[in-house]
C-alpha cells in the first residue's frame, strides 16, 4: 500500500536558519504530494502541494519539489521565523482519489529566537 | 467564516463506555471526512460523507464505530464500547469538492480521546 516516510523529528532550530524536513513516499502509480501544517490550537491547514514529476510547490516562503526518481517530496525553508514553529505533515493521494490521504507522522519543528 | 470545529476538545473516558464526537464542517462543505491518528502512529482515513452519504468508510477499524450525517450538516463519530487502543486524536475535515480541485482538506482541531 501507500506510505509516507519523513524525519520525525523533533526539529530545533535558530531563527533565520535553513530548513529541511526529508520526506519520501512509496505509491502506486502517480501519486499527489502535499505538506499540510499544524500551527498550536489550530486545524492542519494546507502549505503546500505538486501533482506531479518536477512540480514545485510553493507557500510562505515554503518549497518543495516533486521528485519522481527519487520519489521524494522534501520541505526547504531559507529563513525560518518563530512564526514557523509548527508540526509538519507531509501527505499524499493516489489512485484518483482527492481526499484519502496517506500521511506521515509528522515533524515538529521549534524555531527559537 | 468559521472553520471546521470539533467538539469535545478532548474526552477521557473508560473502556466499555461509550463517547459521541462531534463535528461541524465549513459551510456549504458537502465532502466531510473523519481521520484519526492514535499515539505514535500515522493519522489515517476513516470515512467519507457527502452530504449525508457514506462514500468511503474503508478506514473504519471495527463495527464499534458509528458515523452519521443526519442532514448532510454535521456530522457525529461514536465509539461504543470504548477499548483502549481507541485513544488518540480524532480530526474532522472537510471540502466543496471530492478534495476539490486543489486537493486541499480543511482540517479541525481534532478531540483527543483517553481510554483509560
Known amino acids: 500500500g501507500d506510505s509516507v516516510t519523513q524525519m520525525e523529528g523533533p526539529v530545533t532550530l535558530s531563527e533565520e536558519a535553513f530548513l529541511t524536513i526529508n520526506c519520501t513516499y512509496t505509491?502506486?502509480?502517480?501519486?499527489?504530494l502535499f505538506w499540510y501544517v499544524q500551527y498550536p490550537g489550530e486545524g492542519l491547514q494546507l502549505l503546500l502541494k505538486?501533482?506531479?514529476?518536477?512540480d514545485k510547490g510553493s507557500n510562505k516562503g515554503f518549497e518543495a519539489t516533486y521528485r519522481k526518481e527519487t520519489t521524494s517530496f522534501h520541505l526547504e525553508k531559507g529563513s525560518v521565523q518563530v512564526s514557523d514553529s509548527a508540526v509538519y505533515f507531509c501527505?499524499?493521494?493516489?489512485?484518483?482519489?482527492?481526499?484519502?490521504?496517506?500521511f506521515g507522522k509528522g515533524t515538529l519543528l521549534t524555531v527559537n529566537p | 467564516e468559521a472553520g471546521v470545529t470539533q467538539f469535545p476538545s478532548h474526552s477521557v473516558i473508560e473502556k466499555g463506555q461509550t463517547v459521541t464526537l462531534r463535528c461541524d464542517p465549513i459551510?456549504?462543505?458537502?465532502?466531510l471526512y473523519w481521520y484519526r491518528r492514535v499515539m505514535g502512529k500515522e493519522i489515517k482515513f476513516l470515512l467519507h460523507?457527502?452530504?449525508?452519504?457514506?462514500?468511503?468508510e474503508s478506514g473504519m477499524p471495527n463495527n464499534r464505530f458509528l458515523a452519521e450525517r443526519t442532514g448532510g450538516t454535521y456530522s457525529t463519530l461514536k465509539v461504543q464500547p470504548a477499548e483502549l487502543e481507541d485513544s488518540g486524536v480524532y480530526f474532522c475535515?472537510?471540502?466543496?469538492?471530492?478534495?476539490?480541485?486543489?486537493?486541499?482538506?480543511?482540517f479541525g482541531e481534532g478531540s483527543r480521546l483517553t481510554v483509560l
Open positions: 505509491a502506486t502509480g502517480y501519486p499527489s
Open positions: 505538486a501533482t506531479k514529476a518536477d
Open positions: 501527505a499524499l493521494t493516489s489512485g484518483g482519489s482527492n481526499y484519502k490521504l496517506t
Open positions: 459551510s456549504g462543505h458537502d465532502n
Open positions: 460523507f457527502v452530504k449525508e452519504s457514506k462514500q468511503d
Open positions: 475535515a472537510s471540502s466543496q469538492g471530492r478534495g476539490g480541485n486543489t486537493g486541499e482538506l480543511f
